[in-house]
């Protein structure tokens, strides 16, 4: 990819991060910010360090956000702590990152072999690795709270296996649908901007 589409590319996404960040969209007692969208576009379009940029920003607008926009949520003393809010958000994407190079060269091998095409094998792994990055992001997250809190009292809120199930609950898979539905044809749009598919493979 060259440099200065990279550095465009990789601006919009950050942007966007914080933007989504800040402007959490609301289905019925389910709140869902759109700032892992962003952060799975570039970790399946970039490189590691860019991933790891784009989950540091989303993990600083997610702790900035617990004493700000969000700060009246039940949940905003747990996310106050980096450990929380941010190291896991840094994670995360990494780890949908890590599994797309490894699933994309074993496609490779697979296409040498007369395998699957690559068109439908690149959109199946980009759709396995944005829901690898939903569940890595949650599971990490729900992970530091109960290490860091688990069977203690946070604000008003006592850290139970019961609270940590309602944390989990819609929220997690609308993300899990959502994200996994949507993240595929734009990481195949920004590949196609670059030619990567003109062959038609």
């Not at 700060?71 to 809010?85: D, E, H, W």
């Amino acid at each position: 990819m060259k440099r200065s589409k990279r550095i465009a590319i990789t601006a919009v996404g950050l942007a966007l991060i914080v933007i989504f960040g800040l402007m959490p969209i609301s289905f019925g007692t389910a709140t869902i910010a759109l700032t892992l969208l962003p952060v799975l576009v570039l970790a399946l379009t970039q490189d590691w360090k860019i991933t790891l940029t784009a989950g540091l920003i989303m993990g600083l607008v997610s702790l900035i956000g617990a004493f700000t926009t969000g700060a009246g949520n039940i949940t905003a003393p747990l996310f106050r702590n980096p450990l929380v809010s941010v190291v896991t958000r840094m994670i995360a994407p990494l780890a949908a990152h890590g599994l797309q190079r490894l699933l994309l060269a074993a496609e490779r091998r697979g296409k040498e072999e007369g395998h699957a095409p690559r068109k439908a094998a690149k959109i199946a792994i980009d759709a396995v690795c944005a829901a690898v990055g939903v569940v890595a992001n949650t599971a990490l997250v729900l992970g530091m709270i109960w290490l860091l809190y688990g069977g203690k009292t946070v604000g008003d809120s006592a850290i139970t296996p019961e609270f940590m199930s309602a944390m989990i609950s819609i929220n997690f898979v609308i993300e899990l649908i959502a994200f996994t539905l949507l993240t595929p044809p734009i990481v195949y749009a920004i590949n196609a901007q670059e030619g990567k598919h003109a062959s038609g493979n």
